[in-house]
């Protein structure tokens, strides 16, 4: 992604990466621990708020003071619904505790549920779970006057069952707990179980989903460094769940947490999750959505985390390329040129490939392909494929040093219609072919 050095605003990075579909998947402000719901055919998702943290305030570094709704229905724009709920307006929270950490909402025969840890004004516990309910996912919210009786942790996630029971999820440390809610989704049923044969150490952030009658139990887990996200599976809400294996793997930077939902909208999975893409700073983190896939089997295919994400990209600006969907045999690094900030492809080696998923062509007429590329090599070729079928050949010469930038340009015979992806394979000989910086068709 390529940002102007000069005269920018945050108005126009916030409008530049909104339309560019992308991850993180808002930048206005900083939002973890993203569940994403479908409801009435719109995907919503129901982040934490992270904010800079005055001297003094919040707990572990995190600084979150209250809630925000977001919505779309094409996985590129978003709507920011704005604050449905604010630690001041939780009648038995700390106004000033800013530990509103990771919440959940579900709907309930036309009522939405919204499921949110927060510190307790009676010092109690480090975190109660308490309900809020509305008409509509967007709010407004009414809180109940008091957490839920009998449970104590954060992260709570609801899982309602096809034959309309509820059961809670929530925990943080080395157990999580499961409890059955009763009808009225503001109480529970019985004393909360630990989840059992889950790996040991830290866990926290559970996601519980069903699909073809097995229940996945997810979580991020630390058994060393940071957080990555797992899964269990089974055939009972309450478990047992047999371990499975990773989703995604730990952070390799300074984020030590991650906290995900995964969720199924127009015949497509996806896993939301976090990363301090913006800030660099772990208790100010970012949410971005990747596409998640199943085997034959029904175990989740492990995935790697992406700066592409799933919105879908126009092809009416360039196209940045750092962004990929999968790369090999290249690195990303800062943009060596002194007139734009930004990223670029280098150490592109003879038979490296980078993939970009979901470009719409519409139906216009396209008549080029152009590359914004360096080389202080002797240059090579790029091979365009869409969908997988070969469409241009452009040639790299020279361009007089890694650094000095140039375009260059091949005209497409082909018709180009609709969503395609796209591949490009960089061929030749030596060490290192070129640089790239965008791609754009015209
Ligand atoms: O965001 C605060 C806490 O960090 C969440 O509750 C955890 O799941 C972790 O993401």
């Not at 505790?97 to 927060?118: L, S």
């Not at 930038?405 to 070129?434: A, D, Q, Y």
Request: hydrophobic share 35%; charged share 25%; net charge positive.
């Amino acid at each position: 992604m390529n940002r102007i050095k000069i005269h920018i605003s945050l108005i126009a990075l916030l409008i530049s990466l909104q339309s560019i579909s992308q991850n993180p998947l808002v930048t206005h402000m900083y939002t973890a621990d993203p569940t994403a719901r479908v409801f009435n055919n719109t995907l919503y998702v129901f982040p934490s708020t992270d904010v800079v943290c005055e001297e003094g305030k919040g707990e572990n570094g995190f600084c979150m003071p209250s809630y925000n709704v977001f919505s779309t229905t094409d996985l590129s724009t978003w709507t920011d619904h704005g604050k449905v709920i604010d630690q001041t307006d939780v009648p038995w929270g700390r106004k000033d505790g800013f530990g509103m950490w990771a919440p959940d909402c579900v709907k309930k025969e036309g009522m939405y549920y919204y499921y949110y840890p927060a510190p307790p004004a009676d010092k109690s516990a480090f975190r109660r779970i308490g309900v809020a309910t509305a008409t509509s996912p967007e709010g407004p919210y009414t809180l109940e006057k008091h957490y839920i009786e009998g449970v104590k942790g954060i992260d709570p996630n609801v899982l309602i069952d096809d034959d309309g029971r509820a059961y809670l999820y929530y925990g943080g440390g080395e157990n999580l707990w499961v409890v059955e809610l009763n009808s009225d989704m503001i109480s529970i049923k019985g004393t909360p179980k630990v989840v059992e044969k889950l790996p040991g150490k830290y866990k926290e952030g559970s996601f519980v989903f069903k699909k073809n009658g097995t229940y996945y139990f997810t979580f991020p887990h630390a058994p060393s460094g940071s957080e990555e996200i797992s899964y269990a599976t089974g055939k009972s809400p309450l478990g047992p769940f047999e371990y499975q294996g990773m989703i995604l793997e730990r952070w390799k930077d300074n984020c030590w947490t991650n906290h995900h939902s995964i969720v199924e909208y127009k015949n497509q999975w996806y896993i939301f999750y976090h990363h301090h893409d913006i800030s660099k700073n772990k208790h100010l983190r970012s949410m971005r959505a990747d596409s998640l896939f199943f085997d034959k089997a029904g175990l989740i295919k492990k995935r790697k985390a992406t700066l592409r994400g799933v919105g879908i990209t126009k092809i009416d600006k360039p196209i940045q390329m750092d962004r990929f969907s999968s790369a090999h045999n290249l690195k990303v690094n800062r943009l060596e040129d002194e007139r734009v900030v930004g990223w670029q492809l280098d150490h592109i080696k003879p038979g490296a490939y980078v993939t970009y998923n979901a470009v719409n062509f519409e139906s216009k007429k396209l008549k080029k392909v152009t590359y914004r590329v360096s080389s202080g090599s002797q240059g090579g070729t790029i091979k365009l494929f869409l969908d997988n079928r070969f469409i241009a050949s452009t040639a790299v010469r020279n361009t007089g040093s890694w650094t000095t930038w140039k375009t260059v340009e091949t005209p497409i015979k082909e018709k180009i219609k609709g969503v395609k992806n796209i591949k490009l394979i960089f061929e030749g000989s030596g060490e290192h072919l070129m640089n790239l910086d965008w791609i754009k068709f015209e």
